[in-house]
């Protein structure tokens, strides 16, 4: 369906066409019309189907932009979605000039506060910090008409149940409530039974996101082959914009270092980097400063970028959700894209349960030999010397060029040309990965599936209670505060070198 169906306005309208939005996702297109009708909703869908839309564009349709008071409040899990999430609002209601403030926590509180004083008509904030400002009267909620809680697993996971409740009690009952969460445990549901008024259901379910925009492969490998194939499946492949998941901190540190020093334009995060260093990192890749981001699956939670084509599975997850929330961040905005796990042998019981999980049977594929990746890499260095000559002016150069046609071979020129634009003698660098611990064998398809021990969704910590802060624990230790991003990131508006067929980022090489 066309977002012109679906009854939007024309500053809307305006700015989804120049965002590259042609259609409706299935979330957008049965959720918008539930909410410019004014319904309460639930909406079940996985990360990555356009939820931000869905309920950001009847909020900006119907915000009134000469009232200065807070009209909207959107909650969100982490500082990296609700800064994802404040600047989609500001791009999609640009010409309607509606203002939207975010506010998480680990920033100068004071510097928000300024901010707030521009009277924004929507917020956006993760839990804790919201609670210091509605506490400090810098947020007032008395004229609120949107209430919406963006990923609300996430937040239950995360501890901040209480919070959440809190923060419902504080805004005017005469109201509209949008919950959307991946999944829908008992308590979630609670939260729409106890705080919501006969809420309209909207449920998309996840074999959508994994079967129609992503093709899946495997490649079965012993643990010390996985870096030399990825990087030779990168050459073949040629991928616009790659992420890289591995289990550990320490993974990710290696394999973006082995990447750097074999040429690639690769960089990770995790954790334990500064929010800083993260923010900083988030930008190049969204801006396509960057070709490949390597990342933890909690580093990666609520990442929204749009162009990445390709997910490698450098490691297998343990937990089949987590590989949903994997390749869940390609095949996005219907884009194709493209997902390769790679699978030790003693992992293929892990495969098996995904396959269950996503109802899809993935492909095996043949790593490709040296001379495979040298050949792409050719194909590469072909395809930019194509663009070269059709977008730049050559008529300057054209006493230049007959100099040397004069003294050199056209073909060695060429050659040249061909070599400058190939990886050189670092693409043959030895890179060690140290092994990772192995996941511990799957009995029957069961045994222990469910435990979470070691890695997938071992942030839960085994229960929700805030009590002691036990459901947080771990996922505070890979996230730093609250399991908050600090992420200044920039849009990809069509500026990019990825844009317009390039698709690799060389340069010319001095000697």
Do not use: C, W
């Amino acid at each position: 369906m066309k977002f012109a169906e679906l009854g939007l306005n024309k500053d809307l309208l305006k700015a989804i066409d120049e965002s590259g939005y042609e259609e409706a996702t299935p979330i957008q297109e049965q959720t918008i019309p539930l909410v410019l009708a004014g319904d309460d909703v639930i909406g079940q869908a996985q990360t990555g189907t356009g939820k931000t839309a869905a309920f950001g564009l009847p909020i900006l349709d119907r915000i009134d932009t000469e009232n200065p008071n807070v009209q909207a409040l959107i909650v969100s899990p982490t500082r990296e979605l609700a800064i994802q999430t404040q600047e989609e609002l500001y791009r999609l209601g640009k010409y309607e000039r509606a203002r939207v403030q975010v506010v998480y926590g680990g920033a100068d509180i004071r510097r928000q506060i300024n901010s707030l004083k521009n009277h924004p008509q929507i917020v956006v904030g993760t839990p804790g910090r919201l609670l210091d400002h509605i506490n400090r009267k810098t947020i007032r909620l008395d004229h609120v008409q949107t209430l919406v809680l963006d990923e609300a697993d996430e937040m239950l996971d995360m501890g901040f149940l209480d919070d959440i409740e809190s923060i419902i009690k504080m805004v005017p009952e005469k109201r509209q409530t949008l919950l959307f969460s991946a999944t829908m445990p008992d308590k979630i549901r609670r939260i729409g039974i106890q705080f919501m008024s006969a809420p309209k259901e909207v449920r998309i379910k996840a074999k959508e996101l994994t079967t129609d925009l992503v093709d899946q492969f495997y490649v079965k490998s012993k643990e010390y082959e996985k870096f030399d194939l990825m990087t030779r499946l990168f050459d073949v492949q040629d991928p616009d914009l790659t992420i890289v998941f591995g289990r550990t901190k320490r993974r990710v540190d290696e394999l973006s270092k082995g990447l750097e020093a074999r040429g690639y334009n690769a960089a990770g995060i995790h954790g334990d980097l500064t929010q800083q260093r993260r923010s900083q990192i988030l930008k190049q890749f969204r801006d396509g400063k960057l070709d490949i981001l390597v990342a933890t699956d909690v580093a990666a939670r609520g990442l929204d970028i749009s162009g990445v084509t390709h997910v490698y599975n450098y490691d297998i997850p343990q937990d089949p959700e987590s590989y949903v929330h994997r390749i869940g961040r390609t095949g996005r905005a219907g884009h194709h894209g493209t997902s390769l796990t790679f699978v030790t042998p003693n992992e293929m019981d892990y495969l098996r349960e995904i396959e269950k999980l996503t109802k899809v049977r993935m492909l095996p594929l043949k790593p490709p030999s040296a001379a495979e990746a040298f050949a792409g890499q050719l194909a590469a260095a072909e395809n930019t010397v194509a663009e070269l000559v059709e977008h730049a002016d050559t008529d300057k150069f054209d006493q230049e060029a007959a100099d040397l046609l004069a003294h050199y071979d056209a073909n060695d020129l060429v050659a040249a040309l061909l070599s400058n634009l190939t990886p050189g003698d670092e693409h043959d660098v030895p890179v060690h990965i140290t092994p990772e611990r192995p996941l511990p064998r799957r009995h029957g398809g069961g045994g222990g599936g469910r435990s979470r021990n070691g890695g997938g969704r071992n942030y839960r910590g085994g229960n929700n209670s805030r009590n002691g802060h036990n459901s947080r624990s771990s996922r505070e230790r890979e996230n730093g505060n609250r399991g908050h991003y600090d992420h200044r990131s920039g849009s990809r508006n069509g500026n990019s070198s990825r844009n317009g067929g390039g698709k690799r980022s060389y340069s010319i090489k001095h000697n």
